[in-house]
């Protein structure tokens, strides 16, 4: 391979990483690389409590995309799903804000609840959230979630 072919690819790396997939997104484009070889750093803004060796980060960004780790209502919250939801997007809001975004940024949302048949209430809360142009979201339903709760949620938002 050539020097001028190596460069031109890279050129044309450049160009999709920074402009082509946020346009055709309608988001802003991605920050400049920002180590001196061009490559993007992960950047993580939170490890979880209380471990040694976290599996995951709670939220962390790449380039000028922010992803959050589901988050849930937490372990032995009282109330019904709409209670979950509403605790549960606070948690997902505060993550963002953490991060330097907002819940007005999201782009993807994965909704994971125990039962489906809470679909409709899951809804009437995820309506007063997202307002507008709603990003993009999948919702499965029967899952048992690890902390008991009654929903989870995860999303990508930029900054």
């Known amino acids: 391979m050539t020097k001028k072919t190596s460069a031109s690819q890279e050129t044309r790396r450049r160009f999709l990483a920074s402009a082509a997939l946020p346009m055709a997104l309608g988001v802003p484009a991605l920050a400049a690389p ?3 070889g061009g490559a993007l750093e992960k950047r993580v803004f939170r ?3 209380g471990t ?5 980060s709670p ?4 380039g000028n995309l ?3 780790a589901g988050k849930g209502s937490g372990a032995g919250f009282a109330g019904d799903v709409a209670a979950h939801v509403t605790r549960t997007l606070d948690n997902v809001e505060q993550s963002l804000i953490a991060a330097g975004s907002s819940m007005a940024k999201v782009l993807k949302v994965n ?3 125990h039962d489906i048949n809470d679909f409709a209430a899951m809804n009437a809360v995820y309506r007063t959230r997202f307002q507008g142009d709603p990003p ?4 499965i339903g029967g899952v048992d979630m690890p902390d008991g709760g009654l929903v989870e949620i995860d999303c990508i938002a930029y900054i």
């Open 111 to 113: 909704v994971y609840l």
């Open 34 to 36: 920002s180590q001196a």
């Open 47 to 49: 490890k979880p409590s």
């Open 136 to 139: 993009v979201r999948t919702t």
């Open 52 to 56: 040694q060796q976290p599996l995951f």
């Open 59 to 62: 939220e962390l960004a790449y």
């Open 66 to 68: 922010v992803f959050v």
